[in-house]
């Protein structure tokens, strides 16, 4: 697929979290597939850079969340959004893709809106269940949002936002993922239940769950000592954080970097933060727990603004707690080890949580949504393209 104006087609691809960078790769991938010679400059991250963006910035380095972390770095935030400005006027992109991210974004997408130029949401942020007032904005400023989850359409279409259903990137992750053989030959032979501790990719959510995780661990534990836990950290100054808290806790637990798919295949059950890891525990069928801890205000705020019964994807997906979950201020660690205990003391209990898994998982767990994005992305500006010609 080639321009109708003759030259290659350029764009823009923004993505502030590790999980928005990795879908934004893939997106990617699947473009230059299609169109070679496609040019990709944007915000993003090193998986991105990897396979070929050029990149404005490394946004997914402050990955940051909630008031105070959005505060420390609003004066960057407006520097990037200037820097965008400029770029969209004087290296005009054909169109701007947005992934997630919804604050900055937002500013992004008004400046380009601004400048005439498309706009699109990959992976939208999840207004529906959190301050859904904000689809105004997404109304003004989008030309399109290529929806994730199959409720998504039906909620934007209602409130006016032109969308295309595409699934979600995840699964096209996942269903390619390689796992490293030689570490799950060594971990299975040690023998004994693995419970996985997954406390997230942000540095705050680390700071917040894990010390919870561990309590958690140590009721486990006390019940059952032939349990193992192995810890899942983002990067290695997490790690560093992780094992500085668990360090006094005398348990057998393990902690690495970038295992994150070889650990909850390992694992029996997992206790996770909240987020699109619950939908890679779904596609391995692992029983797990939720949490999310916050201060508060946050609990306070959710009260007020959330529009929705649960805060994990793959429960909104079953509209049933599929998934045990705690959004809280306080210690749940009680709960959170007598979910875990029931699964490794009763199979039946487990056996009857991964049939439910196993069915979702069939009904959701659709690959391909990074091509159908391209498809749809690369046949819009072509089209538009050629309207412009026309014209």
Same mark, same amino acid.
């Given at each position: 697929?080639?321009?109708?104006?003759?030259?290659?087609?350029?764009?823009?691809?923004?993505?502030?979290?590790?999980?928005?960078?990795?879908?934004?790769?893939?997106?990617?991938?699947?473009?230059?597939?299609?169109?070679?010679?496609?040019?990709?400059? =944007?915000?993003? !991250?090193? $998986?991105?850079?990897? +396979?070929?963006?050029?990149?404005?910035?490394? %946004? #997914?380095? &402050?990955?940051?969340?909630?008031?105070?972390?959005?505060?420390?770095?609003?004066?960057?935030?407006?520097?990037?959004?200037?820097?965008?400005?400029?770029?969209?006027?004087?290296?005009?992109?054909?169109?701007?893709?947005?992934?997630?991210?919804?604050?900055?974004?937002?500013?992004?997408?008004?400046?380009?809106?601004?400048?005439?130029?498309?706009?699109?949401?990959?992976?939208?942020?999840?207004?529906? =269940?959190?301050? !859904?007032? $904000?689809?105004?904005? +997404?109304?003004?400023?989008?030309?399109?949002? %290529? #929806?994730? &989850?199959?409720?998504?359409?039906?909620?934007?279409?209602?409130?006016?936002?032109?969308?295309?259903?595409?699934?979600?990137?995840?699964?096209?992750?996942?269903?390619?993922?390689?796992?490293?053989?030689?570490?799950?030959?060594?971990?299975?032979?040690?023998?004994?239940?693995?419970?996985?501790?997954?406390?997230?990719?942000?540095?705050?959510?680390?700071?917040?769950?894990?010390?919870?995780?561990?309590?958690?661990?140590?009721?486990?534990?006390?019940?059952?000592?032939?349990?193992?836990?192995?810890?899942?950290?983002?990067?290695?100054?997490?790690?560093?954080?992780?094992?500085?808290?668990?360090?006094?806790?005398?348990?057998?637990?393990?902690?690495?970097?970038?295992?994150?798919?070889?650990?909850?295949?390992?694992?029996?059950?997992?206790?996770?933060?909240?987020?699109?890891?619950?939908?890679?525990?779904?596609?391995?069928?692992?029983?797990?727990?939720?949490?999310?801890?916050?201060?508060?205000?946050?609990?306070?705020?959710?009260?007020?603004?959330?529009?929705?019964?649960?805060?994990?994807?793959?429960?909104?997906?079953?509209?049933?707690?599929?998934?045990?979950?705690?959004?809280?201020?306080?210690?749940?660690?009680?709960?959170?080890?007598?979910?875990?205990?029931?699964?490794?003391?009763?199979?039946?209990?487990?056996?009857?949580?991964?049939?439910?898994?196993?069915?979702?998982?069939?009904?959701?767990?659709?690959?391909?949504?990074?091509?159908?994005?391209?498809?749809?992305?690369?046949?819009?500006?072509?089209?538009?393209?050629?309207?412009?010609?026309?014209?």
């Amino acid at each position: 697929m080639t321009l109708a104006v003759g030259r290659h087609m350029h764009l823009f691809i923004s993505a502030g979290e590790p999980s928005g960078d990795l879908h934004g790769a893939n997106l990617i991938r699947a473009l230059k597939a299609r169109h070679p010679g496609i040019r990709i400059t =944007g915000f993003g !991250g090193p $998986r991105m850079e990897a +396979v070929g963006a050029d990149l404005l910035y490394r %946004l #997914t380095d &402050l990955a940051v969340m909630w008031f105070g972390q959005v505060f420390a770095n609003i004066l960057t935030f407006f520097r990037l959004a200037r820097r965008a400005r400029r770029h969209f006027e004087t290296d005009r992109p054909d169109a701007v893709v947005l992934i997630d991210y919804p604050g900055f974004h937002f500013a992004l997408a008004k400046r380009a809106h601004a400048a005439g130029i498309p706009v699109y949401f990959f992976v939208p942020p999840q207004l529906w =269940g959190w301050a !859904g007032w $904000r689809v105004k904005k +997404v109304r003004r400023w989008f030309d399109g949002v %290529l #929806t994730a &989850l199959p409720f998504e359409e039906k909620w934007y279409r209602e409130r006016g936002v032109n969308t295309h259903y595409v699934g979600h990137p995840y699964y096209d992750e996942l269903a390619v993922q390689p796992l490293d053989a030689k570490f799950l030959g060594e971990y299975r032979g040690k023998g004994g239940p693995v419970v996985a501790l997954l406390p997230g990719s942000r540095n705050q959510e680390v700071a917040k769950n894990f010390s919870d995780m561990l309590s958690a661990a140590r009721q486990i534990h006390a019940a059952r000592p032939d349990v193992r836990f192995l810890v899942a950290s983002f990067n290695a100054r997490q790690a560093e954080a992780v094992r500085e808290t668990a360090k006094e806790a005398s348990l057998p637990i393990e902690i690495h970097v970038g295992r994150t798919p070889e650990i909850i295949e390992l694992a029996d059950c997992c206790v996770a933060v909240s987020g699109s890891v619950s939908l890679e525990m779904m596609y391995r069928l692992k029983p797990a727990v939720i949490t999310y801890r916050g201060g508060l205000f946050l609990r306070i705020a959710s009260w007020a603004l959330m529009t929705v019964k649960y805060i994990t994807l793959v429960n909104l997906l079953a509209n049933e707690e599929v998934y045990p979950e705690f959004g809280t201020y306080r210690d749940r660690s009680d709960d959170i080890a007598s979910h875990i205990l029931t699964w490794l003391n009763d199979p039946a209990a487990r056996a009857g949580r991964v049939d439910r898994l196993r069915q979702l998982r069939e009904e959701v767990a659709r690959p391909g949504a990074c091509a159908r994005a391209a498809d749809f992305l690369l046949e819009t500006v072509r089209l538009r393209a050629g309207a412009r010609t026309a014209a």
